[in-house]
């Protein structure tokens, strides 16, 4: 059983910075693409990011890219995601994910596991 957790969440004024982790309880971690998504209230969940199996690819949603950073560290069974600059619309429950056949995918149909989310609000 694949499972993820995340951390991080929290309250940050508009401009502000957090670091989101999601740690993957499975032996073989490098071998999943991980994703980032988010759902605010009343909105359908969305794509932020996306990152390869080794890491070497990723992908951004258009009102995110310049500020956020994903990435992995295949070592600690973890993928992260950098949040700067950080804006009124960007509060959301934030969500990893885990997909165990594609290379890289922006779809969340595609992925396999979810983590239970974590609260990411920005104050104005």
């Known amino acids: 059983q694949v499972q993820l957790v995340e951390s991080g969440g929290g309250l940050v004024q508009a401009g502000g910075s957090l670091r989101l982790s999601c740690a993957v309880s499975v032996r073989t971690f490098s071998t999943y693409a991980m994703g980032w998504f988010r759902q605010a209230p009343g909105k359908e969940r969305e794509f932020v990011a996306a990152i390869s199996r080794n890491g070497g690819s990723t992908s951004y949603a258009g009102s995110v890219k310049g500020r956020f950073t994903i990435s992995r560290d295949d070592a600690k069974n973890t993928v992260y995601l950098q949040m700067n600059s950080l804006k009124p619309e960007d509060t959301a429950v934030y969500y990893c994910?885990?997909?165990?056949?594609?290379?890289?995918?922006?779809?969340?149909?595609?992925?396999?596991?979810w983590g239970q989310g974590t609260q990411v609000t920005v104050s104005s």
């Open positions: 994910a885990a997909d165990r056949w594609a290379t890289l995918t922006i779809q969340a149909r595609l992925y396999d596991y």
